[in-house]
């Protein structure tokens, strides 16, 4: 069975740090593309980051730039998703979603997406 899990998430106040796992069982993540999404209450999912199979291309937010790093450890069949500089504002519900196709490109809006995690929650509150 095809699976993505997330990890990572919790509470951290302002200016806090978190790291998101992402970790695939049941294919590899070698082939597929990975996004970090996020959804807030009341609002659209919206895309945060992205990174193509290869790692060799990334895309960011502009709420996120400077302050996450998307990476991945193919080996461990996990991407991550590092995040600093915290803001209240960032407090959602966090999916990853693997693309098939994106050897050298990934995907801004999730719609492309074929398999996606179960979410995982992060606030940022003082």
């Known amino acids: 069975q095809l699976q993505l899990v997330e990890s990572g998430g919790g509470l951290v106040q302002p200016g806090g740090s978190l790291r998101l796992s992402c970790a695939a069982s049941?294919?590899?993540?070698?082939?597929?593309?990975i996004g970090w999404f996020r959804q807030a209450p009341g609002k659209e999912r919206e895309g945060v980051s992205c990174?193509?199979?290869?790692?060799?291309?990334?895309n960011y937010a502009d709420s996120v730039k400077g302050r996450f790093t998307i990476s991945r450890d193919n080996a461990k069949n996990t991407v991550y998703l590092q995040m600093n500089s915290l803001k209240p504002d960032d407090t959602a519900v966090y999916y990853c979603a693997a693309f098939r196709y994106g050897s050298s490109w990934c995907p801004r809006g999730p719609n492309p997406y074929s398999y996606w995690g179960q979410g995982t929650q992060v606030t940022v509150s003082s």
């Open positions: 049941g294919f590899s993540l070698n082939y597929y593309a």
């Open positions: 990174i193509a199979s290869s790692g060799g291309s990334t």
